[in-house]
């Protein structure tokens, strides 16, 4: 019986160590993760800022991310998405959950900030700690969202909030970029919009995974719940179809109950929506060697070098379109990398596929028998990672990587 193509991983052990911080960001880091509202406050103006400060508190962050459900709340001006939201903070409240909101608003054209008329309409919750509601601006971002959302919802999701609730300015068909952020996309449509599902099927119609009929009370409210069963069927989808009245409260337990059977649907059955290729691992014997190909004749170029201790590794990262190829060489004899050149020779050392739910991806290769050849922990560059021996996968090393 031959021997398996690689017995141990790239990134041997001990694990990489923390990342270290500046004085003030330890402060707020131990803040955040000990629940201080000050802090979560200060951490979210860093994030928004964006910059190094905020890259280093999110990447601290990063080991306890992943908890919360994340639902996007989209839909279009007047279909009453703040007031939804509001009745479902309020019930989730009931349920013991905390919650954190991402409201998204125009910018003001005075001064570029929020105009916080989402905050307004939530302010009951303005007393409750187990609540915390953000407001930003777009700042001329496109879809909906703003640039830094994604980056809060991670923050908040660190920070220990159940469930993480982004509600987008109100949208069109081509902002749909909500649904790249959040596990779970209600868009929030009402009765008697005239042909808004028809003008909006190429788009944001499309993105969602759960449709919340609100202002159900009104008239049309049966014919714009045929008309979306009739375009699910025709796109031949299904999809939760729910109706409310978010003023009463009414409908908001069916409205939770489906987002939170889609995410376990999406958490439990296929791979996960967003799924890439991030980057090839290729072992060489000579990083500069290589180059003279992948520079020299193909033309690509080095956007990243480093060299990892803890991992006996020097790497180089070549970007090709939304993917990249990574160099690596081996720093000292006894690296992984030298072994396995040792055994097979230059060549492709491993695949990596970057997933937004990495800890759902792994309890998925688990339950399925996949051998896995280590726990998701940090690596070079500050990602989440596992390695799956190629006995699982057909004969090749394969990385996951948290988004």
């Keep these: 019986m031959s021997e398996p193509l690689l017995s141990e991983p790239l990134l041997p052990e001990p694990l990489l160590p923390e990342p270290l911080l500046p004085e003030p960001l330890t402060g707020v880091l131990s803040g955040v993760l000990s629940g ?3 802090a979560l406050a200060r951490a979210a103006t860093l994030v ?6 905020a890259e280093s508190l999110l990447r601290a962050l990063m080991p306890h991310m992943g908890r919360a459900l994340i639902l996007g709340v989209t839909g279009p001006p007047g279909a009453g998405k703040s007031t939804l939201c509001d009745a479902m903070i309020q019930h ?12 998204v608003d125009p910018s003001s054209p005075f001064s570029g900030g929020a105009i916080l008329g989402d905050r307004i309409r939530m302010q009951r919750h303005s007393g409750d700690t187990g609540v915390f509601i953000r407001s930003m601006a777009t700042r001329g971002a496109h879809g909906g969202v703003a640039r830094a959302t994604a980056d809060l919802a991670k923050l908040f999701d660190a920070a220990g909030r159940d469930v993480v609730i982004i509600e987008t300015v109100g949208v069109g068909q081509s902002e749909v970029e909500i649904a790249r952020l959040a596990q779970v996309t209600i868009l929030v449509l009402v009765p008697g919009a005239g042909d808004d599902v028809q003008a909006m099927k ?3 119609l499309e993105a969602a995974d759960v449709f919340a009929i ?6 049309g409210a049966e014919k714009l719940d045929r008309e979306l069963q ?5 796109a031949g989808r299904e999809r939760s179809i729910v109706k409310t009245v978010a ?3 009414k409908g908001v337990p069916e409205l939770l109950r489906a987002a939170r059977e889609c995410r376990h649907e999406v958490r439990g059955v296929s791979v996960d929506r967003g799924a890439r290729v991030d980057h090839l691992g290729i072992a060489v014997r000579s990083i500069a060697e290589a180059l003279k190909f992948y520079e020299g004749q193909l033309g690509l170029r080095v956007t990243l ?7 006996k590794v020097h790497a180089a990262m070549l970007p090709v379109g939304n993917s990249r190829i990574e160099l690596l060489e081996a720093s000292t004899p006894d690296s992984v990398i030298a072994k396995f050149i040792a055994k097979r020779g230059e060549g492709l050392h491993h695949v990596a596929i970057a997933v937004p739910d990495l800890d759902a991806a792994v309890e998925r290769l688990k339950s399925a028998g996949a051998r896995l050849l280590n726990e998701p922990r940090i690596g070079a560059g500050g990602h989440v990672y596992v390695f799956i021996h190629p006995a699982s996968t057909g004969g090749v090393l394969l990385e996951l990587i948290q988004s």
Excluded: C, F, W, Y
């Design 230 to 234: 009739a375009q699910m069927h025709l």
């Design 247 to 249: 003023s009463e409260g």
């Design 92 to 103: 989730l409240r009931q349920e013991g959950k905390s919650v954190a909101v991402i409201a």
């Design 36 to 38: 201080d509202e000050r």
């Design 202 to 204: 190429s788009g944001v």
């Design 48 to 53: 928004e800022n964006g910059g190094g400060a």
């Design 214 to 219: 609100n202002k159900a009370d009104q008239p």
């Design 305 to 311: 070098r480093e060299t990892v201790d803890a991992e």
